[in-house]
């Protein structure tokens, strides 16, 4: 619903709804052109999913590149786009994203506590495609120490606690080894106890370490950011009406302990709740499998951005790939009753001595592809033989050393994931089927091949291992194939996945200058949208490491711009 109104409760130049990376992005944007702006933030944290996600940006041409020796060109970056996308992919807005993206870097780096570092080897997640780039096209936000939020720090969203070590300390992949090495050389046992040590001093006076990295680490730059410059920001305020005067939107209605606010917006209001990943009408209406699908995206994300544009005449975008992010989740139940839930994306399906498998035992993709890929896989197989959960077994050796969803490496208690059906247990291949409900020749058979595989270091049947980004994520100790190894010592283990997503791709239809359009595609005067709001400009495609960060930055750089050059008209 909208409404047509002459006056407000409250009257700033722009109104953002929502915290993550993209309402950000808008808001110190425009901040910084000096323009009054709130942000409101309809839970109890600043973040968004930003706030829980692993923070990379994918930013082609970004000012970084020379620092770790790679190149890029626009044409290349073109090349491989046109190769993913096809026909759905709109020229105009990933050359609005490749001509602002590096100004965006530029910007943030220059006028707010945000700064990012590149990644010197980071495949895109087609690496045989032409145009790929094997590195620098990444970027990822330098750690933030939370200390520095004083107070505020505990405005900020906190990472699912499940990710943290010991309860509440933040590790990178880098942290994990040389926890895990500590006993292996003095260089891990200094870098450890300097963690340790670290950790132990917050949780004096904090809930949780400060040592902020990935997507917690951004979310806290730009929350310090926005408080140096004097941004407003209204917590527990959902915004449940977009106000018009006339054709133009001119504010938003937020409801708040009860009470209603109606606040104008001279410039516009910019949408960047989110996506719809916690409301369940609309995932019923636009993800296959909806019933047995698991999302990461916090469940806040729940389509407010959507439905308050769509009332105000606005389009969702009909045509993607996809419309999600996709990523296999495992779950398990908590004595206490929480549902705890795991994405499989980079710690364990890569490693040798994993294989993934149907209900009927047999393998249905590379293991070892990107998340997404993983899923469109599932999604496929499940078209002939059922695939909703996939089992992903492992061996006890393999368990130790990379650990499986949540079940960490290293020696440690199983019963709680035993007891729970997270964790599946078999003294043999064939007691392990049983457990599972699968033909115990098949898995058999399929086991009996990967090992065959692992030995001659090629995988005849999917090509695991056979790709710069299969490798980049493997364990490059291992030889003959860093993806490949043998499943033969017993108890064997499984743990069952399920088609999840870490945020949805589905979004309004908007122009390059995040503008969002009607049913006919005009620009609605004073609504712009980014993030996931905002329909994924790679169309439900997954191409690289940070494609949803990057964009959404982006365009909420652009939006602020935009909106700094708007003549402010609300009265």
Not at 66 to 88: M, P, W
């Amino acid at each position: 619903m909208t409404s047509d109104v002459s006056d407000f409760d409250e009257t700033h130049d722009v109104v953002v709804v929502g915290s993550g990376a993209g309402g950000m992005a808008a808001a110190l944007t425009a901040a910084h052109a000096g323009l009054d702006v709130v942000v409101v933030e309809k839970t109890e944290a600043i973040g968004g999913s930003t706030a829980v996600s692993g923070g990379a940006l994918w930013v082609p041409l970004n000012p970084h590149l020379g620092e770790v020796g790679a190149s890029d060109s626009r044409e290349a970056v073109i090349a491989y786009l046109q190769a993913i996308l096809g026909n759905r992919m709109r020229r105009d807005m990933i050359e609005a994203f490749l001509e602002a993206g590096p100004r965006m870097v530029a910007f943030m780096e220059e006028n707010t506590s945000v700064s990012f570092v590149p990644r010197k080897v980071s495949p895109d997640y087609q690496p045989g495609l032409p145009g790929a780039s094997l590195g620098g096209r990444t970027l990822d936000p330098l750690p933030f120490d939370g200390r520095e939020l004083g107070e505020d720090f505990a405005l900020l969203r906190p990472p699912f606690r499940e990710f943290l070590a010991f309860g509440g300390m933040m590790v990178n992949r880098k942290d994990i080894d040389t926890l895990l090495g500590v006993g292996k050389s003095f260089a891990n046992f200094r870098e450890g106890s300097k963690l340790l040590w670290r950790y132990a001093l917050d949780r004096l006076r904090h809930p949780r370490g400060t040592r902020l990295l990935m997507g917690n680490a951004l979310a806290g730059r730009l929350l310090k950011s926005a408080l140096d410059k004097g941004i407003a920001l209204r917590l527990r305020s959902a915004a449940v009406e977009l106000l018009r005067q006339g054709e133009r939107v001119a504010g938003v209605t937020v409801e708040s302990g009860g009470r209603r606010l109606r606040l104008g917006a001279r410039r516009g209001v910019v949408l960047a709740t989110g996506g719809f990943p916690g409301s369940a009408e609309m995932r019923s209406a636009m993800l296959p499998h909806a019933d047995r699908h698991l999302s990461m995206a916090p469940p806040g994300n729940s389509g407010d951005g959507l439905r308050l544009a769509l009332a105000a005449g606005a389009a969702i975008e009909a045509d993607n790939i996809g419309n999600a992010f996709w990523a296999p989740v495992s779950v398990m139940r908590a004595q206490d009753g929480r549902e705890i839930r795991f994405p499989h994306l980079i710690l364990d399906r890569q490693k040798p001595g994993l294989v993934a498998v149907n209900q009927a035992g047999r393998r249905f993709v590379n293991e070892a592809n990107s998340y997404h890929d993983f899923v469109e896989a599932m999604h496929r197989s499940h078209e002939s033989v059922p695939t909703i959960p996939a089992y992903l077994i492992c061996d006890s050796r393999f368990l130790r050393t990379y650990g499986l969803g949540l079940v960490r490496p290293g020696p440690r208690p199983l019963r709680a994931f035993l007891a729970s059906g997270y964790l599946v247990k078999g003294k043999s291949i064939a007691e392990l089927a049983g457990k599972l409900g699968i033909e115990a020749a098949a898995l058999a058979d399929t086991v009996a091949r990967m090992n065959a595989y692992a030995q001659s270091g090629e995988d005849p049947e999917f090509g695991r291992g056979g790709n710069a980004y299969n490798r980049y994520l493997g364990d490059e100790q291992h030889k003959p194939n860093p993806c490949l190894g043998p499943i033969d010592k017993p108890p064997f283990y499984a743990v069952r996945v399920f088609p999840g997503d870490i945020g949805t791709a589905a979004g309004l239809k908007t122009d390059p200058q995040a503008r969002v359009l009607d049913a006919h595609g005009a620009p609605i005067e004073g609504l712009f949208a980014c993030g996931n709001d905002m329909n994924s400009i790679m169309a439900g495609a997954y191409p690289g490491a940070g494609i949803t960060l990057g964009p959404a930055l982006t365009f909420g750089y652009i939006a602020g711009q935009q909106l700094a050059l708007t003549e402010g008209t609300c009265r």
